[in-house]
Nanobody, 128 residues
Framework: QVQLVEPGGGLVQAGGSLRLSCAASGRTISTYAMGWFRQAPGKEREFVAALDWSGTTTAYADSVKGRSTISRDNAQNTVYLQMNSLKPDDTAVYYC?????????????????????WGQGTQVTVSS
């Protein structure tokens, strides 16, 4: 069993930056893929970013591509999401997730059904 904790959310002005972190416990995640998803009020959960166990394959949603970077620190059992040039549309609850599946290419990383463990979520609010 893997537990995921996501501190780092909060309120930020449009144009600002925020770094989310997701700390895993219960199992070493160095061989797992990790991803970030988000859910805005009244909307379905959507993919944001993900990377495979090695960090060499990454995937980003078009809405955040060029503004966000996902990274991992296996020694700390942690994954990060750096978000820049934030917009009010980025307001959502952000969830990190872990998958022990094997991924060939980036497409599968975007599918929430491929993930086995989920965090409780952290609120990110971007004010205009």
């Amino acid at each position: 069993q893997v537990q995921l904790v996501e501190p780092g959310g909060g309120l930020v002005q449009a144009g600002g930056s925020l770094r989310l972190s997701c700390a895993a416990s219960g199992r070493t995640i160095s061989t797992y893929a990790m991803g970030w998803f988000r859910q805005a009020p009244g909307k379905e959960r959507e993919f944001v970013a993900a990377l495979d166990w090695s960090g060499t394959t990454t995937a980003y949603a078009d809405s955040v591509k060029g503004r966000s970077t996902i990274s991992r620190d296996n020694a700390q059992n942690t994954v990060y999401l750096q978000m820049n040039s934030l917009k009010p549309d980025d307001t959502a609850v952000y969830y990190c997730a872990v998958s022990h599946d094997v991924f060939y290419g980036s497409a599968g990383l975007m599918r929430p059904t491929r993930y086995n463990y989920w965090g409780q979520g952290t609120q990110v609010t971007v004010s205009s």
